[in-house]
């Protein structure tokens, strides 16, 4: 199944049409301060689970980087995984996965250091094949839901660890768990950002 160009797009407008609701009644320049510190988070991720496609395809390891910002209800997220698959018998070739998604979710503060937050991602999973064609990609809508347990360090440093499921509406559904852990820090959002809300 493949979907035409402007996909992301409409998964991603209903989720940008929703901020001025999760405000309720909160003025324009209260959303702007909403954005006043993103986090950037880099981690590790694995792919854990095994089923009828792992019998094909190796999960290697991969990489997600991952901006989040608060709002008055949760925080909204974007990011992108990469991961490679090396094919386990030659019919089968390579490919390389991109997961670009936009989320939400919500961060329960479970002490002074510790959080948990528990969301969902929508996104579209572009897999590029080590095959000699004229088009060796493919784009899959994807859906997930994230878990991840925080520790706050000294400053704008923390460190999470997760696990997050996803499932990719391939013609046979591709269903997916993922063991991550990483690294984030908090920023001042930039002056751009926050205008566009002013």
């Known amino acids: 199944?493949?979907?035409p160009r402007g996909t992301l797009s409409l998964i991603a407008s209903p989720i940008f049409l929703l901020l001025p609701t999760a405000h309720g009644t909160s003025s324009a320049?209260?959303?702007?301060?909403?954005f006043d510190t993103l986090t950037v988070q880099l981690r590790a991720v694995a792919n854990v689970n095994r089923n009828t496609f792992h019998r094909f395809w190796d999960p290697g390891p991969?990489?997600?980087l991952n901006v989040q910002a608060p709002l008055n209800v949760g925080k909204i997220e974007a990011g992108v995984h990469y991961a490679g698959f090396n094919a386990k018998t030659a019919e089968q070739p390579d490919f390389e996965a991109f997961f670009p998604y936009l989320g939400w979710g919500y961060d329960a503060r479970l002490s002074s250091r510790f959080s948990w937050y528990n969301g969902i991602r929508a996104g579209s999973l572009l897999m590029?094949?080590?095959?000699?064609?004229?088009?060796?990609?493919?784009?899959?809508?994807g859906l997930g839901l994230v878990s991840l347990l925080s520790y706050r360090l000294s400053?704008?440093?923390?460190?999470?660890v997760s696990t997050r499921y996803r499932v990719v509406f391939t013609h046979e559904r591709l269903r997916l768990v993922f063991f991550a852990a990483g690294l984030g820090r908090d920023f001042a959002a930039p002056a751009w950002l926050k205008s566009l809300f002013e």
């Open 62 to 64: 991969g990489l997600e």
């Open 128 to 141: 590029r094949f080590d095959i000699d064609a004229d088009n060796p990609t493919e784009q899959e809508l």
């Open 155 to 160: 400053g704008a440093w923390s460190i999470d």
């Open 1 to 3: 199944m493949r979907f």
């Open 29 to 34: 320049q209260e959303l702007a301060r909403d």
